[in-house]
């Protein structure tokens, strides 16, 4: 919240003035006889002071609607896009959350989320609306569709996902199925090893070496800008490295998700098929099973089963159906 010295001001001057005490740098002549202050000059000066406090009240009221609004919007725009399964309206929503959730708010879930959590040491309900209203989205969506927070809301994930589309295919390395599957764990280990480190009385301000949120803030020290410049490098040839491989919250989610009620849809084809699992970008197809625990929900598979030109299943029942009629 930005400071609104005037408002302020003002009042204290009166006071101080009131009192026969000059604000410092203010030349005042030597009162001559000060007048003792009388039930009325005390009332007006309350009457002053709540109505200062009143005016403060309904300013930082009118900034909690508003960002919470403008938070709405942006959440439901990434669901609407979801939905749709539309790949220019993700791009959108990815926009979105880089340029508002990233760069203006810096508002994403955190480890210290986390940490938060298991020392029941949240922000207070009328402070952080915005706050609430972003984890239990996180939440509830993970319960109903799975990391959609990861697929379309976190800044960071979004500004790899983006960067991958402009970055030349012929840069990226694949690790290969076997490995990949053992570096997914990583992040289980990153996220334990915090927990414990927290629970055993360390310093919360280890997230700023775990995860690179911080950089929304551009606020960080010549280690942490190196680190990052690292990640975001690594990032290029490796896409989606920090989430698929170490991010905390990825792995929190991913444990979450395995409770996800609405899952992705598959033929009885998807068991020979490999056309989905080699256009996932995070590793979350292995053959016909969707692993529920790395899958972003971005609906690249998605809409290769519903496309009735390319996915197998529809092409054999477009070849039946040609048969039949002879
Ligand atoms: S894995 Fe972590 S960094 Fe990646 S999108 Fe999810 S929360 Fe964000
Ligand atoms: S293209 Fe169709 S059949 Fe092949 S894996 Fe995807 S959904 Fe299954
Ligand atoms: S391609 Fe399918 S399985 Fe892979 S992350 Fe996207 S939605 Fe999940």
């Known amino acids: 919240m930005a400071c609104r010295p005037s408002r302020v001001v003002v009042p204290g001057v009166v006071l101080l003035v009131a009192l026969g005490i000059a604000p410092i740098g203010t030349a005042q002549p030597a009162p001559a006889d000060p007048r003792p202050l009388s039930l009325d000059d005390l009332a007006a000066l309350d009457a002053l002071l709540d109505g200062e406090e009143a005016e403060t009240a309904a300013l930082l009221d009118t900034g909690a609607v508003v960002d919470v609004a403008i938070l709405g919007i942006v959440l439901a725009f990434a669901v609407f896009s979801f939905l749709r399964k539309d790949d220019r309206l993700k791009v959108v929503s990815l926009a979105l959350s880089v340029a508002y ?10 480890v210290v989320d986390i940490f938060g959590a298991m020392r029941a040491s949240l922000p207070a309900w009328q402070d952080g609306q915005a706050y609430y209203l972003l984890i239990g989205f996180t939440l509830v969506s993970t319960v109903l569709w799975g990391r959609l927070y990861c697929g379309r809301i976190c800044a960071f994930g979004a500004l790899t996902q983006l ?29 334990a090893v915090a ?14 070496y775990i995860e690179p949120f911080w950089m929304f803030t551009l606020s960080g ?8 410049a690292l990640l975001l490098l690594a990032t ?10 170490l991010c905390a919250v990825g ?25 989905c699992e080699k256009t996932c970008e995070w590793g979350a197809i292995d053959g016909p099973k969707i692993l529920v625990s790395e899958c972003v ?24 159906a040609r048969a039949a009629r002879g």
């Open 101 to 110: 959730l990233g760069f203006v708010k810096a508002s994403l879930v955190s």
């Open 163 to 191: 960067m991958d589309r402009v970055v030349p295919a012929r840069l990226r390395i694949e690790p290969p199925a076997w490995l990949d599957r053992r570096l997914v764990h990583l992040k289980y280990g990153v996220l």
């Open 195 to 208: 927990v414990l480190y927290v629970l055993a009385g360390g310093d919360t301000l280890v997230y700023r």
């Open 221 to 228: 020290s010549a280690l942490m800008w190196t680190l990052l």
């Open 236 to 245: 290029v040839f490796v896409r989606n490295l920090y989430c698929r491989y």
């Open 251 to 275: 792995a929190g989610l991913g444990l979450l998700s395995n409770l996800t009620v609405f899952r992705i849809k598959r033929w009885s084809e998807c068991a020979t098929c490999k056309l």
């Open 297 to 320: 929900r971005c609906d690249d598979c998605e809409r290769l089963y519903a496309d009735e030109d390319r996915c197998p299943h529809w092409l054999i029942q477009k070849r039946a």
